[in-house]
């Protein structure tokens, strides 16, 4: 299995568009991204200047988005 590394949100969004995922809304600091197909959705905190937590990455990645972390790193 293969480590995560420390990611902002920007570039957790932007690896998630590059899988389909599209922008629904945002509520404060969570933006709902939603993939149009599958219905899958999942929110991602967007604190400026802070890395998201590797243990919520993988949730999102896995739970969420319904990827594999290989196929989450293969996008990046």
Known sequence: MKNLPALNARKVIKTLKKAGFIENR????????????????TVIPVHPGKTISKPL???????????????????L
């Open 26 to 41: 945002q509520k404060g600091s969570h933006l709902l991204l939603i993939h149009p197909i599958s219905k899958k959705r």
């Open 57 to 75: 990455l993988r949730s999102i990645v896995e739970n969420d988005a319904g990827m594999t972390i290989e196929e989450f790193l293969k996008l």
